[in-house]
């Protein structure tokens, strides 16, 4: 029993040389990925192989070669097993119009092995716990986006899986409730305990809210290493600034200023997650404490107003251009991993990986 | 128990907010399709869902089971020697509710989950392909027993209540329940398998009206010139290519019921077993070609 328990708690899912192929395209190809206890965010374009490999690892699809296991069960022997502490959320709409929320997760719930009983118990918790109060008896027809979204993240906790696997949760949703999504993914783990596997073409949304990246394109493994990774050594602030009379262009200004002070200054160009207005904010790497002061008193001498500053991490697409940039067609699927996942690329050096990282751009740019 | 999760259990129950991990029992597999079944079972009644969806299944019900209370009472008040009307000749005589409802009711139990995609969140689930299947076949055949069955259950209390002959009665109830049985296990087989092909419910409805009525009526035409000409043998084999006709001959063979066939001409036992081998061969090919549908449907 114990020994069970270590097994699970080192990795929710790992694959070894997994690949699915169909008569004419490979989707998955020799993916060898294990994927820690955690949020781990699952990137990928249209098309890289994020729902393939989602249908095997229900059990759903037998791969062409390779294996994969779920919680420390096999997929191709165990995907009943599998699927009664896995959780799934797809991506399209999957709700009939007619009944309400109570009445579907409900149901749901006992698709799932709940009796009845727990079953009613276990969906009011839940849509409370995705923040469906009093409309969860209304019709489903009438929701909005957002809270269709809720339903489905809940019909897919309700029966307290120990695995969720969330495909394209924040599609359809604007700023606010992908925020709101966001957060609520982030607490199905730290506050339910449960492991999230969540798949996004955007690379900046995961970069909040996983602890792990997978990156995936053409069915490969690109990538897969920590988020702290992709962001820790590079912590910068964001500055900016209101233009003054004697400063017309405030921004400039403080550029100039901060460049004589020996700072590393750039403009932050488009957020990662296509956030706007990024004109007017200045990118600062945080040298140490002094940074803080110096940021300061350079706002201060020009007599600017400080609109904001504050701590940001860099984004998981800005490392990601950078390394295209500084290392053409150089291994870069060596980053160290934290989790100690083989880099399953197809092979050293290629240049795969090259035109792979082309493609990471693309990505986030889709 | 170490004294935190004490704490940390009692903290959860003072704020409320706080998540509780499931620790009960979970049934698998065969209890998710038994739940699958009722659910489907209840929804062809329109239990479980809006008020408007349990206006056209319940009036069909009634419209089923009016003319039997009606023959019951008569022959009651006449002190009849025997019902008017047969066990087995009931389903026949009010064939076109049935059907009605059979094309109301299948779209709903399958077309549904395909229009609103909700088939994938089934097969993300401990069921498999089969389950799902065999749990929607299953729902669709009891709804149509149910619809075929009450009237005949009227019939039988009736007919006791008259002081009609019990042996006779319990037989004649019998062969009945036999008879729709068969006719719920294909109906229910045709029409999901039509249904399923669409997703959208309208499709489905007249897709399943047309495919009952006209080979009825074909059948019934090309029967009746069969029989004009003098050529009774054709008119038992044509009988084989159309649902209903296949269920009257199936029983004129071996449940001892009259045909409605021209002439009354119904299949002797020979024909009648080429009508029981097509019988179930139709049941057991919707099966297989549900499966097959499903088996793509997927994710």
Not at chain 1, 270 to 282: E, I, K
Request: with cysteine; aromatic share 6%; net charge neutral.
């Amino acid at each position: 029993m114990s020994h069970t328990t270590t097994v699970e708690r080192v990795t929710v899912i790992a694959t070894e040389s997994l690949s699915k192929r169909f008569p004419r395209v490979t989707a998955l190809d020799r993916l060898s990925v294990d994927i820690a206890p955690g949020v781990t965010g699952l990137v990928g374009a249209n098309g890289a192989g994020k729902s393939t490999l989602i249908k095997i690892l229900l059990g759903l699809s037998p791969a062409s070669e390779g294996r994969a296991s779920v919680l420390g069960l096999d997929v191709a022997r165990d995907g009943s097993a599998i699927r009664e502490s896995v959780g799934y959320m797809p991506e399209h709409d999957c709700l009939p119009p007619d009944v309400s929320a109570t009445e579907f997760v409900v149901h749901m719930a006992r698709m799932s092995g709940l009796p009845p009983s727990a079953a009613r118990e276990r969906t009011a918790d839940t849509l409370r716990h995705v923040g469906l109060y009093e409309e969860r008896y209304r019709p489903m027809g009438g929701y909005s986006t957002g809270m269709k979204q809720r339903v489905k993240l809940a019909q897919a906790l309700v029966h307290d899986p120990r695995l969720v696997l969330l495909d394209e949760p924040t599609n359809g949703l604007d700023p606010v409730g992908r925020d709101e999504m966001l957060g609520l993914i982030r607490r199905v783990h730290t506050d339910f305990g449960i492991s999230v596997l969540v798949t996004s073409h955007l690379l900046g949304e995961l970069e909040r809210t996983c602890d792990h990246v997978v990156v995936i394109d053409g069915g490969k493994l690109l990538r897969s290493s920590s988020t702290s990774d992709f962001t820790q050594a590079t912590a910068s602030l964001a500055v900016e600034v209101t233009d003054t009379s004697d400063h017309p262009d405030g921004t400039r200004a403080l550029r100039t200023a901060l460049d004589r002070a020996g700072l590393t200054v750039q403009p932050a160009g488009r957020g990662a997650d296509g956030s706007p207005g990024s004109d007017h904010v200045l990118l600062v790497d945080v040298a140490g404490e002094k940074t803080y002061d110096t940021v300061r008193d350079a706002i201060a001498d020009l007599g600017l107003g400080l609109v904001r500053m504050e701590q940001r991490r860099h984004r998981i697409a800005e490392i990601f251009r950078s390394d295209d940039e500084d290392t053409e067609a150089a291994d870069v699927p060596d980053t160290p991993d934290a989790a100690g996942a083989p880099d399953g690329t197809s092979g050293p050096g290629s240049p795969a990986s090259a035109s792979a990282h082309g493609n990471g751009g693309a990505v986030d740019a889709a | 128990m170490p004294p935190e999760t004490v704490t940390k259990q009692r903290a959860d129950v003072i704020h409320n907010i706080g998540y509780r991990h499931y620790e009960g029992p979970r049934l698998g597999r065969a209890y998710a399709r038994r739940s699958l079944f009722s659910q489907s079972l209840r929804g062809a009644y329109g239990l479980g869902r809006s008020a408007k969806s349990k206006v056209a299944p319940m009036l069909l019900f009634a419209v089923m089971c009016l003319p039997a209370a009606i023959i019951v009472a008569v022959a009651i008040a006449t002190a009849a020697d025997e019902l008017p009307v047969k066990y087995t000749r009931y389903a026949i005589m009010l064939q076109a509710v049935i059907g009605l409802y059979t094309a109301s009711q299948a779209p709903q139990a399958v077309s549904r989950d395909l229009r609103f995609k909700t088939v994938p969140l089934y097969f993300s689930r401990p069921i498999e392909t089969m389950d799902y299947v065999v749990a929607k076949f299953a729902a669709m055949a009891s709804a149509l027993f149910i619809l075929t069955g009450a009237p005949l259950l009227i019939l039988y209390v009736g007919a006791l209540l008259a002081k009609l002959d019990f042996a006779d009665q319990t037989k004649g109830f019998g062969q009945g329940l036999v008879s729709v049985a068969l006719l719920s296990l294909l109906f229910a087989g045709i029409s999901l398998v039509v249904a399923a092909l669409t997703p959208r419910r309208g499709f489905g409805v007249a897709a399943v009206i047309a495919l009952l009525t006209i080979s009825y009526g074909a059948v019934s035409v090309v029967q009746a010139i069969a029989w004009d000409q003098g050529n009774t043998d054709s008119v038992s084999w044509i009988g084989l290519f159309s649902p209903i006709t296949i269920i009257d001959g199936v029983q004129t063979a071996f449940l001892g019921a009259t045909s409605s066939f021209p002439g009354g001409v119904g299949p002797g036992t020979g024909t009648g077993l080429l009508y029981v081998l097509v019988l179930l061969g139709l049941i057991a090919g919707s099966y297989g070609l549900l499966m097959r549908r499903y088996r793509k449907v997927g994710l």
